[in-house]
């Protein structure tokens, strides 16, 4: 892969990106560049997560060393989400079912690795450069930089304004050239832009996707929470919510073509698989699709029904989850210390 | 000296003790109990900080290993009263003329020491708890700690609100059974008492003396702090500034009786002398007092005129800056570097 080719799989699916031109000039410079992204360790991991693991997979694919970062540390300033006490345990939870989800995916992982927050995250140097950039900023600034990640109640607490110092820090300290994130991070991510250069740092490049609805329409609710599928329920009760899911016909802009786009056909479309869609005979019979575009259009067109979509979304993902309850299995005791 | 004298001898001049029973038990179960006090290394150090040495004196005597804490992070946390590149250099000149002040003062340091800030306050496990502080405080639950030590502007930085947290760890990673300190610290002392046991560790006690009004009033401005009196300055500017306090005739509450109460009569009474006030016949001559007490009586009954005690002050506060202009001999260089 040239470098054209290497910028187009990073910029795929992407919906902004800080700057394209470095990037570009970054992957001509470098042929192995190092990106992350920075995972939260709070709750249990859902389906929602393959969209950004399958973009960890352009990353490798593009030539990057990448890392994903398990941070406890900013699960537990994010109103503590992670108690104190389980943060061991969400980690090692995180990165038992993130590294099955990404060999589910059948990413090739030489060159990615798993890296703990508190690992680095509390050395002397990165806690002075915490303070400087407390002090550098007004309580505003900082407020405005979280306010897309942290959920603030009514009556927030101090260390939700502390969180965008820390991921800004983070690029410094792991040495990365890219950071990769979802669009909600963008306020955050323009904070690390404007902060690391006032301690003498390099800006870094901020790669981001957009936020894919859930299945239950795109607002998220506590009920929305509810119905978000789990790495590890069974076949069964993922079939019961993605029927469930909210899916009208011929509208565009919901979670189930969310999610065959952002996922399914990235994937079936680097295996070279076209999707099929089994249907009766008297529905018009069974098609496959190689691409997203085309099914959407039929879709769209009313060619092709929601259920139609729902049952081969069940099945495509009930394909991915079943290496990853295999590789889970034993490991109950972990997820119910991680998760009591 | 039994328990009681020392217990008398720290609450000498104290406005407030979180709490005294908690006081007196330790002062029964220790013969050396560990306190000190944080001093922020901001700006110049003037002849305010009399009151807090003389205190220190009183906890040496009564028994204490006392630290004076230089608080460098502090300093830079309080909306960056000092630069970043200039700490070592306050660090330095604090620590050079607070030793001279103690050393005027005629206390035996022999369990004195001073410790820096940066060199406990970055460690791992100090910085875990301040993330932990940070999420279990409120942000109105910091501002409200911080509101009477750090000068929030109108827009104030995030800096700030971390400081109590500091303040309150300091104790505890300092292995501390008592913090003193002056009565604008209360707030933050309180915080302190409050969230120590939040996470298992010992709330310690509180001891602090009064604010005394400074030389031109009882208010804080820009042009009192001018008026301040430096501890390097020459016997002519420091007569200047004292002749030109705010002393008005028979009125109690004023900064030269402050300075003569909790300063000049705690030095004189401690070393057995009286304080001579010399004026010329026809003002009645000269008259020497043993307690301020009486003074300060004579005074309201308009026996004694402001005139008469701001030659005193002066005379006695020049007393106390000689040895310390003769220390900070040779020392011009530190000072340029500190505050260029």
Do not use: W
Not at 35 to 63: Q, S
Not at 122 to 132: G, H, Q
Not at 174 to 190: E, F, T
Not at 238 to 263: H, M, Q, R, T
């Amino acid at each position: 892969m040239d470098a054209e080719e290497r910028l187009n799989l990073v910029k795929r699916n992407t919906q902004e990106i800080i700057t394209e031109g470095e990037l570009r000039q970054l992957l001509k410079e470098k042929n192995h560049p190092k990106g992350y992204i920075g995972l939260a360790t709070t709750g249990r991991v859902h389906i929602g997560y393959f969209i950004p693991m399958i973009k960890v997979g352009d990353f490798l694919r593009a030539g990057f060393k990448f890392t994903i970062l398990l941070a406890d540390i900013h699960a537990h300033l994010d109103d503590q989400k992670a108690p104190f006490e389980l943060l061991d345990h969400r980690v090692k939870y995180y990165k038992e079912v993130i590294s099955a989800m990404i060999s589910s995916l059948g990413i090739d992982t030489k060159n990615l690795e798993f890296k703990r927050g508190s690992d680095f995250e509390l050395d002397k140097n990165y806690t002075l450069d915490m303070y400087r950039l407390a002090a550098l900023n007004t309580f505003d600034r900082a407020k405005r930089a979280a306010a897309g990640v942290v959920r603030f109640g009514e009556n927030p607490k101090l260390s939700g304004f502390i969180y965008p110092i820390l991921q800004t820090l983070d690029e410094q300290y792991m040495d990365m050239d890219v950071q990769y994130g979802g669009i909600d991070q963008r306020k955050i991510l323009a904070f690390a832009r404007e902060n690391l250069p006032k301690l003498g740092y390099k800006a870094r490049v901020e790669v981001m996707t957009p936020m894919m609805p859930g299945l239950q329409g795109s607002k998220m609710s506590s009920s929305e929470e509810k119905s978000k599928i789990d790495l590890l329920d069974s076949a069964e009760t993922l079939k019961g919510k993605i029927n469930s899911a909210n899916c009208p016909i011929a509208v565009e802009d919901n979670g189930v073509l969310a999610f065959l786009k952002y996922v399914i056909f990235v994937y079936k479309s680097d295996s070279s698989q076209a999707l099929e869609i089994k249907r009766a005979e008297k529905f018009g019979g069974n098609i496959a699709y190689d691409s997203y575009e085309k099914l959407e259009h039929d879709f769209l067109d009313k060619k092709l029904h929601p259920m139609d979509l729902k049952n081969a979304v069940a099945e495509e993902v009930n394909k991915l989850l079943e290496p990853i309850r295999h590789k889970m299995k034993g490991k109950e005791e972990l997820i119910k210390k991680a998760f009591p």
